[in-house]
């Protein structure tokens, strides 16, 4: 920016011209803006105000100081404006009694651009300096307003009566819908979360007064009275889940709730259930009363659920009220309790069922959504075998029809991995029954290039739902692989698209997990078997230089030796070699994950001496020259252990290192004190407080140092102890989370712009990786493109097992890092690492003295701390 690279004369510009421009602002939105509208033949002057209202919005953010003395005035001229120009709305756009006017310019204004532009301004204010204007009598008069500039427009109504796709879309959390209504419920959600002590009695008296004035005017026979009402329900309900903590916070701290949901909820909202004259209504009504169902006690919860299901069971109800009792289900059944919809629960998969071949695009998500929602409750149990043979047939369809939809693949596999994982006897055997065979036709039947392609893909990935329900004990059941092996171990040899190749190893690697016993005993008619087909597999992908296709191949390889050690001992040697030799010409670090981990998982597991003897006796070329298995190892090992993802193998990887700095003092260990390795960064002075781009990086190259292996093994070990429990991989080069929060507090550019507000801020979940890392993802890939299942696997977030989705839900478990629940029960997992590695510690100091000592003297000053202060506490 400007701002940044000439700070001086930006300064001076804002502090000399910026105040003539917003003294200009300031006289031209004090102008009654009803003199825009009100008798003219257009509304060009309306124009003028959308500009300069954006212009506030981009002066806010870019020179808040400059806008300070006069965002007081701007707000109440912002307030009043949407005061003024509502009841001329309400005439054109509401009610569209008459006609919006025609603009002179080529270009329409309309009155909905001002009132967006409006509440988008109001919304960057609340977040900033506007505290003081914030007030418990602008606040009142704003939600006031909000309440009104939610009402649906008569476009919108007749639009949403006949395309129920529009309808849901607009609703929705990932639509790129936006109008006056998505604005102005936006607007009362930062004043929710900013300044909940104040806002939400004024929601509560704003909704007494529009349901007082709502009920009079239905009874003196005002048709429209529901629309003030429908508004107001719309946008408390945008607010549910900020509302929910406010109410859970003041009843923890012993407050009376500033708002009475339970009134709302109990007295007004069931009786608009039966207006079905006034379908928008009924339905908001319905959405509503789910947005807040986890506070709704069970005996109205169960009145509720019966009104959804006579809505959906009814054959003449229109659109509207149809998708929001979909809609409402999903409340429902996320947040009441199960012995209300468990009774229910058959009546409402049939009704939702037969949905699914009628709808499409959102409509369709939306039912689908639904019944994913449905099968959580009590983890599916009240599915019966009958129910079932209809669901999954219709599901199956659902795929069939859309293979080239990302989306909708990853919403069918996660549905086959609910039904599979129902516990009622039968059912996942029906699953199995109706589900297999397609897929394996599909598999079988799909093109390696041109449209067709996708189809092996989307097959794959529903195998892999499939396969993530099925039983943890007990296997996958009869000829599964019998009727699988023969097409998927073909076909995955003839595939070239990325992404089925990663199904297919997320598939047998979940195979592997469930039921290894069944892989070895099948045999193909040349009598080779499961294991030898999946070993032929590994060795093609180390082979491959695509290295994205490989990235799960590590899963794949770590089951194996956990589940079949003994069956694979005979060709370890040679897969080892394999994995070893392909480290020399490893560019990713996805992929070099892949290839340590499985040393590190043996070398912890009791193999240590074997694994180093067979790496020592391996030459692999490197660069024209020759070195050793275990030097190209520990080279690749000890350069990417700080970018290792997930819990488990994060933690493998640290055992593995303290069980080789241990080795390194025995008789033998003078192959491992030999090794020398990448050791730290050499800042020179040329280089310091520069940044490196790619051309300087060319003409400087970046350098380290080189130690003994012992010493950087120990440098990676003392990481689980670094100040505050941060793990290294969070920082770089001694830069933990504390540092970056403390820099990002004291680098906005204005120290005194941050408000203390009534609660501090609410933080949004950590997980998924930003636009940077993504890039950087693709950056190391080659520039490819990679699908979501990857970023999820590697943003470390939740619901991510083995590269598929784990419904964690279903029994309230918590993955780390994208591990497997396999490897979460491992007791790798229960070990206290800190603990751990101070035993380590003081065991080695007190065994080794002399020769701990001389590698510790060779560490960085605050690492010699740490060790200090580990083997004397």
Known sequence: MVKDAHPEPVKEAASSVLPVWLDAFRVLLNIDPKLDVENKPNWDGLAIRVQVVKALDIIHTAFPRALAPYISNFLTASLGQLHDLFPTFHQHYVLATDAVPLSSEDEKIELSQLASSTLDFLATTARGKGKDWFNEANLHQLTENIFNWTEMTADEETEWASDANAFVAQESEESTFYSVRVASCDLLDILVDRYPQRVLPAIQRNLANVIAKSSQANSTGNEEWWRPLEAAFTAVGAVAATVLEVLEDEKTAGRQPSLDLNHLLVSVVPGILTQSQYSFMQGRAFVLASQFSSVLPDSVAGQYIDAVISVLEA???????????????????????????????????????????????????????????????????????????????????????????????????????????????????????????????????????????????????????????????????????????????????????????????????????????????????????????????????????????????????????????????????????????????VKTATFVQSLVIPFAYLIHTGHRDTVLNLLQGIAVPVSGVNKSGLEVLLLTWTENAETIQGLWASRVSTLALMDLFVASFMESGERLRNVTVKGELIVRAETRNVIMTRSRTKQMPTEFTSVPFPIK?????????????????????????????????????????????????????????????????????????????????????????AGMPSFADFDDGTYYEGDDEDLMKDPIIQVNMQAHVVAFLRDAASRNSPEFAAVVNQLKPEEVEVVKNAVGA
């Open 315 to 585: 054959k003449e109800v229109s659109i509207p009220v149809k998708v929001s009792a979909i809609r409402a289900v999903q409340g429902f059944c996320k947040n009441c309790s199960d012995s209300e919809v468990f009774p229910r629960a058959p009546r409402i998969c049939r009704s939702i069922e037969g949905f699914i071949p009628i709808t499409s695009s959102d409509t369709l998500t939306l039912v689908l959504d639904a019944l994913s929602a449905l099968l959580l409750v009590h983890k599916g149990a009240w599915l019966t075998v009958e129910l079932a043979e209809t669901v999954v047939p219709a599901i199956l369809n659902v795929w069939g029809k859309g293979v080239q939809d990302p989306h909708l693949m990853a919403i069918t596999s996660a549905l086959l991995t609910r039904l599979a994982s129902v516990p009622t006897p039968g059912v996942y055997a029906t699953v199995v029954r109706q589900t297999l065979a397609p897929l394996c036709t599909a598999l079988a039947n799909a093109a390696t290039e041109g449209q067709e392609r996708f189809l092996a893909s989307a097959a794959l990935e529903q195998l892999c739902g499939l396969l993530q329900g099925a039983p943890t004990e007990g296997g996958v059941g009869e000829g599964f692989v019998a009727q699988l092996g023969p097409v998927l171990f073909t076909k995955i040899r003839q595939v070239q698209d990325r992404d089925a190749i990663q199904y297919a190893i997320t598939a047998l690697t979940l195979l592997v997990r469930k039921d290894t016993p069944q892989i070895v005993a099948w045999q193909d008619r040349a009598g080779k078997t499961g294991l030898d087909h999946i070993l032929e597999l590994i060795a093609w992908q180390l082979q491959s230089s695509d290295e994205s296709g490989s990235l799960f191949i590590g899963d794949l390889i770590i089951h194996l030796m956990r589940r079949a050690g003994d069956a694979i001992v005979r060709i370890l040697p040679e897969l080892l070699e394999a994995m070893v030799r392909r480290m020399a010409t």
């Open 713 to 801: 093994a120990l440098k990676l070990v003392l990481a689980e102890l670094e100040s505050d429990g941060e793990p290294a991989s969070l920082g770089y080069g001694g830069i933990g989370q504390h540092d970056v929060d403390r820099d990002l507090e004291s680098d906005d550019g204005d120290d005194d712009w941050s408000d203390a507000e009534d609660v501090p801020a609410r933080l949004e979940p950590a997980g998924a990786l930003n636009t940077g890392e993504i890039a950087y993802v693709k950056e190391m890939l080659g520039g490819q493109e990679v699908s979501q299942e990857v970023f999820a696997a590697l943003s470390g977030g939740p619901g991510i097992t």
